[in-house]
């Protein structure tokens, strides 16, 4: 399969199969056909005793993905009846369990842009590799979503309140921070990834680490710890963004400024499903709570909304409905998590307890 045409190329070289996102005038945002097309060539791969690592890259200069191709979604939400985007996030969230779940070394660089559903491709992978142009995140709050692709088991995981923090904020991180939070496991120097991937031909991941894997960047976040534990430990939206005004901490200010622009209702949404998301262990189990947030969030105003004013018309000025977060109820929040019936995702096994072979 070749040719620029391709949103998604592949090719093998020696013992590397290679997964390149082709799509760069749209930062090589993730459409279904992408999907399907790099959970077949997963199957296929793992089956190949050639094959012994699988690379994910993205084209271009600017990054390895900017997430999923959300004008579609938009469409659906606003004139369809949701039946396209949600199956997109089926195909979508199983993918991102095969990537976690893959029996070979899985090596995704994470340089340049990296976001939303470009996380999910990447940061379940065995092998994450950050560079200095690196710039990760889960925006989904700004325009009125909730983070998903497992993005709510990875964030669960991070430092203390870390993770809650960059899930409200959709706060961009740089390689330090990613690998301090667990988004990525090693740092090579953008000059030096040609080099790294060419190795992989011949040699093991490791071996191909050893020779370009450098000391990494400083996290930044690892210094606000102190203020972003204690202000992101409170109970509800309303309380953490007091916490925030009233730290003293400049950073705190802005962080508080920054949620007050997201929507409401996304961002107690996306709280409660953090704080769902660490007991329910398995990130099949997460998988699924996601699918049903996700689904849910078609039938409201905001994401809709959140998408014009950020993407389509890009004059910045959402007007989120409810307006305040004192607005949202827990009855508002509990929506979200609703069983979907037969259209539950399923990854979990049906009592809840394993995960499903597929």
Request: hydrophobic content about 40%.
């Amino acid at each position: 399969m070749t040719g620029s045409e391709e949103a998604v190329l592949f090719h093998t070289a020696g013992r590397a199969a290679h997964i390149t996102l082709n799509r760069p005038r749209a930062l090589n945002a993730l459409n279904h056909a992408m999907v399907r097309r790099i959970d077949e060539a997963l199957k296929v791969w793992e089956r190949d005793p050639a094959v012994e690592t699988v690379v994910i890259t993205g084209a271009g200069e600017r990054g390895l993905c900017a997430g999923g191709d959300i004008r579609s979604i938009h469409d659906d939400a606003r004139d369809g009846d949701g039946t396209a985007s949600a199956a997109f996030w089926r195909d979508e969230y199983r993918l991102n369990a095969r990537i976690a779940r893959y029996p070979k070394p899985y090596v995704a660089v994470m340089d340049g842009i990296v976001m939303g559903g470009g996380v999910g491709l990447s940061a379940h992978g065995s092998v994450r590799i950050v560079t200095e142009r690196s710039r990760i995140a889960m925006p989904e709050t700004g325009i009125g979503f909730v983070p998903d692709v497992g993005g709510t088991y990875l964030l669960g995981l991070a430092p203390g309140e870390l993770g809650t923090h960059l899930a409200l904020t959709g706060e961009p991180i740089r390689a330090g921070d990613a690998l301090f939070c667990g988004l990525a496991d090693h740092f090579v120097p953008a000059a030096a990834l040609r080099d790294f991937l060419d190795d992989l031909a011949g040699a093991s991941v490791r071996e191909a680490l050893h020779r370009h894997v450098q000391p990494p960047p400083r996290s930044e976040l690892a210094d606000r710890r102190e203020w972003i534990d204690f202000c992101y430990a409170a109970g509800t939206v309303e309380e953490i963004v007091d916490r925030l005004l009233g730290h003293g901490d400049p950073a705190a200010k802005a962080a508080a400024e920054t949620l007050l622009a997201k929507s409401p209702t996304a961002l107690k949404v996306t709280l409660a499903a953090l704080r769902r998301a660490r007991p329910l262990g398995s990130l099949e189990r997460v998988l699924d709570q996601e699918y049903r947030v996700s689904c849910a969030a078609l039938r409201t105003r905001d994401l809709v909304e959140g998408i014009r004013a950020q993407v389509i018309d890009k004059d910045r000025d959402p007007h989120w409905s409810p307006a305040t977060l004192a607005e949202v109820t827990d009855a508002d929040v509990d929506r979200f998590f609703a069983p979907l019936g037969e259209r539950e995702l399923g990854l979990a096994g049906p009592d809840a307890t394993t995960e499903v072979a597929w």
